[in-house]
Nanobody, 122 residues
Framework: QVQLAESGGGLVQAGGSLRLSCVASGRTFSSLTIGWFRQAPGKEREFVGGITWTTTYYADFVKGRFTISRDNAKNTVYLQMNSLKPEDTAVYYC?????????????????WGQGTQVTVSS
C-alpha cells in the first residue's frame, strides 16, 4: 500500500510560480507512476500531467508552463508551475497509476493524496 501526500500550495499572483510536492511512502517509489490532477470549484477533476520512471506527460493547457520531475532518493514527485494564471486556481492532487501507464482519466488512478490548494490572484 502506498500513501501519497501533497504540499506546497498557496496564494500567488498571476505570473508567479509555485512548486508542489507529492511525497510517497509505503513501497518502492522508483517503480511508481504518478499523475497530477486538479479540481476547480464547480468543475470536474482534470488531468494535469504524469511521470513514469523515464517519461513525463502533460495536458495541453500546461505545456511550456508546468514541469513534472521526480527525486527517487526523496520519494518525491514535483510539479513546478510557472506563469500561473487565475484559471489555474484549484485543488491539486497526486495519485498512483497502478498500471504504470500515465492515463488522463481519474479512474485510472488510486491512492489519492488529500490535495493542496493553489490560488492565483489576478
Amino acid at each position: 500500500q502506498v500513501q501519497l501526500a501533497e504540499s506546497g500550495g498557496g496564494l500567488v499572483q498571476a505570473g508567479g510560480s509555485l512548486r508542489l510536492s507529492c511525497v510517497a511512502s509505503g513501497r518502492t517509489f522508483s517503480s511508481l507512476t504518478i499523475g497530477w490532477f486538479r479540481q476547480a470549484p464547480g468543475k470536474e477533476r482534470e488531468f494535469v500531467g504524469g511521470i513514469t520512471w523515464t517519461t513525463t506527460y502533460y495536458a495541453d493547457f500546461v505545456k511550456g508552463r508546468f514541469t513534472i520531475s521526480r527525486d527517487n532518493a526523496k520519494n518525491t514527485v514535483y510539479l513546478q508551475m510557472n506563469s500561473l494564471k487565475p484559471e489555474d486556481t484549484a485543488v491539486y492532487y497526486c495519485a498512483r497509476a497502478p498500471t504504470g501507464r500515465v492515463g488522463t482519466i481519474e479512474r485510472e488512478y488510486d491512492n489519492w493524496g488529500q490535495g493542496t490548494q493553489v490560488t492565483v490572484s489576478s
